[in-house]
């Protein structure tokens, strides 16, 4: 079946280095979902990508689309304490809305 | 605050027991979601209702089971629990049942089977 696959599991940086995700699909996406989990917290929904080539940022964050729509990956530009926390990837799992999650990227950032 | 509400916070309970779990979705979407999050498989989508009906199940064991009412909130059953159905159960609403619609997570039941 269709898997969505997320690297690296873990990243540890010091506060104010660059950090990025990479999630890669089996199958070629209609499009991709970013959301973001903080400690003790719910998955919070970031963007979505839905262009070939697309790129969007978010004031710190830059998000890509994969011109053949298969991967994926975010970056953060200087992190910061807040943006502790783990970042999932999502593609769609069905026609019917449901999502399939990368296992996701835990960020720590040392101060 | 998504305005996604589910109860309770906190589940304890002892295996071979049955739960049930209730989600509240957003004013005004259709569609629940559940899925599960445990710490090695990550967030599995279990089931999806849209407007009363199920429309997708994914990794749901047969002892699981779910509705959604007609005000739209949705309950969530574990039967014959087992030490490896302790997890966060999270559900999430949207709109419509798109896999372009966002989806909004209410805060999960942590549920812990002893």
């Known amino acids: 079946g269709q898997q969505v696959m997320q690297i690296p599991q873990y990243q540890h940086v010091q506060e104010g280095e660059d950090f990025t995700t990479y999630c890669n699909s089996s199958t070629t996406l209609s499009n991709i979902q970013w959301y973001k989990q903080r400690p003790g917290g719910h998955p919070v929904f970031l963007i979505q990508l839905v262009k070939s080539g697309e790129v969007k940022k978010q004031k710190r964050l830059t998000f890509q689309f994969g011109e053949a729509k298969k991967n994926s990956s975010l970056h953060i530009t200087a992190t910061q304490t807040t943006d502790v926390g783990t970042y999932f990837c999502?593609?769609?799992?069905?026609?019917?809305?449901?999502?399939?999650f990368g296992k996701g990227t835990k960020l720590s950032v040392k101060p | 605050d998504s305005g996604v509400t589910q109860t309770p916070k906190h589940l304890i309970t002892a295996t071979g027991q049955r739960v049930t779990l209730r989600c509240s979705p957003r004013s005004g979407d259709l569609s629940v979601y559940w899925y599960q999050q445990s710490l090695d498989q990550g967030l599995q989508f279990l089931i999806h209702y849209y407007n009363g009906e199920e429309r997708a199940k994914g990794n749901i064991l047969e002892r699981f089971s779910a509705q959604q009412f007609p005000d739209l909130h949705s309950e969530l059953n574990l039967s014959s629990l087992e030490l490896g159905d302790s997890a966060l159960y999270f559900c999430?609403?949207?709109?419509?049942?798109?896999?372009?619609?966002?989806?909004?997570f209410g805060p999960g039941t942590r549920l812990t089977v002893l």
């Open positions: 999430a609403s949207s709109v419509v049942p798109s896999a372009t619609d966002t989806q909004y």
């Open positions: 999502a593609g769609p799992g069905g026609s019917q809305g449901n999502l399939i």
